[in-house]
């Protein structure tokens, strides 16, 4: 059985909002691409996983993903926050997702 690393961008405040957004891009992923233990997408993962991780960019915080993420375990989620006027926050998720 295979896996490949999904990431997925999104705004979000707080932990809380990010998990109540998670929940809701997890329902329109089975609405999508239904209940199937093996469709290459976050359904197929074990819940969000919020770290305390920081980046200030994207390319570092999905380096660490990869690293840090186990195959068919938890979808986690680090901040990104470059710290410059003008860019807002967000999460990004990751994991490795069944196919």
């Given at each position: 059985m295979g896996a490949s690393f999904r990431t997925q961008r999104i705004k979000a405040t707080s932990?809380?909002?990010?998990?109540?957004k998670f929940a809701k891009l997890i329902n329109a992923l089975r609405c999508e691409c239904g209940h199937n233990a093996c469709n290459?997408?976050?359904t197929t993962n074990k819940g969000l996983d919020i770290t305390m991780m920081v980046f200030k960019t994207e390319d570092d915080a999905e380096a660490w993903l990869v690293d840090n993420c186990v195959?068919?375990?938890?979808?986690?989620a680090v901040r990104?926050?470059?710290f410059k006027k003008g860019i807002e926050p967000y999460w990004l998720l990751g994991a490795y997702c069944s196919e």
């Open positions: 932990g809380r909002e990010l998990g109540e290459g997408t976050f195959k068919w375990g938890s979808v986690r990104i926050h470059s």
